[in-house]
């Protein structure tokens, strides 16, 4: 007697869902972009210093389109991950200020991407310059900035809530140093682009962070 047996067809894996996509995109930026901005630093030349200047900087002279593109490459990494961010949260508190700091962020990079600042120091300062710390750059700090603290206040993961508000006083002091450094203050001036990109590196280290905690609790279907 011949014996059959059925056999179950196995159930294909779910692929990740549209959020959980998007999500990922956090993760990249800040690699991307620190890569992009540390690549052309060390063969800008033209006297730029790493450790004084600021990372806008790069977007001047013959490889400027370099760090343009990286500006907005990186800034559209962070308004797509913003999207993701919004659809993984359920509504409630800080569900939608969240997402909408974050992608003010990105949209500050593209920005300051695509209006170029005006060199350190110069006397006389042009409208894209003006337009690139006020209407973009300084924005998109603040805006990180308050991210962090609203994930502080509204996620209950009490590890990720004390995480992101010491990253927040890091991130603003850090941003603050910078700028007074950029303006000439000593004993800042000759470090200004160091603690500039130390600054970065927080805000960075903490949207990848955001993603994986994310990540880990979205659906994959």
């Known amino acids: 007697m011949t ?17 959980s996509r998007l999500l990922a995109l956090g993760l990249l930026a800040g690699p991307l972009f620190t890569a992009g901005y540390l690549a052309l630093g060390a063969v800008h030349g033209d ?38 961010l919004r659809r993984s949260l359920r509504p409630g508190r800080g569900a939608a200020a969240v997402p909408a700091l974050v992608m003010t962020c990105g949209i500050g990079l593209i920005g300051a991407g695509v209006l170029r600042s ?3 120091g110069a006397t006389v300062l042009t409208w894209h310059g003006q ?39 890091a991130f603003a002091t850090l941003f603050g140093v910078a700028m007074l450094g950029f303006f000439g203050v000593d004993p800042w001036a000759t470090t200004a682009g160091l603690w500039q990109r130390l ?23």
């Not at 047996?5 to 294909?12: F, L, W």
């Not at 500006?71 to 962070?78: I, M, N, Q, R």
């Not at 990180?144 to 992101?164: K, N, P, Q």
């Open 3 to 19: 014996v059959l047996t059925k056999v179950a067809a196995a159930t294909p894996a779910r692929p990740p869902s549209r959020a």
């Open 47 to 84: 006297g730029y210093s790493v450790v004084r200047h600021p990372v806008s900087s790069l977007a001047l002279g013959p490889l400027g389109w370099a760090q343009v593109a990286n500006f907005v490459v990186c800034g559209l990494l962070v308004v797509l991950f913003a999207i993701g």
């Open 118 to 120: 005006d060199p350190v």
């Open 131 to 169: 337009l690139h710390n006020l209407a973009f750059a300084l924005p998109g700090f603040a805006a990180l900035t308050l991210a962090m603290v609203a994930a502080a206040i509204t996620f209950a993961r009490r590890g990720f809530a004390v995480y992101s508000m010491v990253s927040a006083l």
């Open 199 to 221: 600054c970065l590196s927080t805000g960075f280290l903490w949207l990848a962070l955001l993603a994986i905690s994310r990540r880990r609790v979205t659906p994959t279907g």
